[in-house]
């Protein structure tokens, strides 16, 4: 009985990771296509600065839309799969290129900071550090107005060569954030060697932070971690009021989320911070 039913499970198993490996096959060869084809798209989300509502920056989040402009996948499904085949690295040039052009653009309108998501491989490039400085070079005085996000636990794959890495990064003049902190495994000691400005809470604490007193407990351990190091903090995943309420309470600089906007695009982001600006801003202003 035990014995057959252990071999349903293998038999399960194997198939459930043969319809996963299926999957990514499909994924990569759509990828290859969208690539080729200028599927993909940014879009912005803005963050606002807790003290007085105003908002000068946003991340950039990568969309791969069908025609009817709703997304074909995820980026939680897609990024993975680029990270694996390898298509992350001119996926994540084409970003930082986009990315750069964008801010670039803002920067002769209203300044906006644009952060971009790196990943692992992308990160580990030996192209990567001469990519940012051709972008450098592209648009001289560029460096305020770009913030690079990474993950804690891509820091920890090898820390020394991270740091230096990082450092590089800080040398050329952006600013660095780590990205979902607390999700990771980085030790305090580390933590104090990495040379970041920002760390990002990850929404999952922010979620819960309002109706669990431990989740309310670490946000404001986090945020007095960061203060102490000197690093700025951002919350992501802020949909409440009362999310927002709490984490002003505890002086997080910076709040992202649906509560202010979902990601836009281009387009779409310069609409909303028109009409941000025409007045919509005092529902959301603080307390
Ligand atoms: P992330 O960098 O942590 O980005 C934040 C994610 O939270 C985004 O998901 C964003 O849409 C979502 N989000 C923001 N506010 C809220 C909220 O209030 N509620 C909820 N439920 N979600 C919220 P998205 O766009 O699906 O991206 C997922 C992940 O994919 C990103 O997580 C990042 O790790 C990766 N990613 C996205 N764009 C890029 C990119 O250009 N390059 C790389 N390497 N990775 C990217
Ligand atoms: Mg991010
Ligand atoms: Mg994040
Ligand atoms: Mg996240």
Known sequence: ESRREEGNSVHFYNS????????????ETELRQAINNN????????KMDSHNGEIHSCESLLRWLNDEGRPRYSPVEFIP??????LII???????????????HWRQHQPMVTAINLSQRQFQHHDFLPLLQRLKDKYPGIEPFIELEITESLLMQDVSCSISTMQAIKDMGFALSIDDFGTGYSSLSYLKEFPIDKLKIDRSFVMDMTNNKEDQMLVETIIQLAHSLGLATVAEGVETQDQLQALQSIHCAEIQGYLISRPLSAQDYAEFMASYYQGQQSQLKPV
């Open 16 to 27: 459930q990771l043969q319809g996963i490996h299926a999957q990514h096959l499909k994924i």
């Open 39 to 46: 599927e993909l798209e940014l879009f912005y989300q803005p």
């Open 81 to 86: 799969v680029a990270e694996q085949s390898g």
């Open 90 to 104: 001119p996926l994540g040039e084409w970003v930082l290129e986009t990315a750069f052009a964008q801010a670039n």
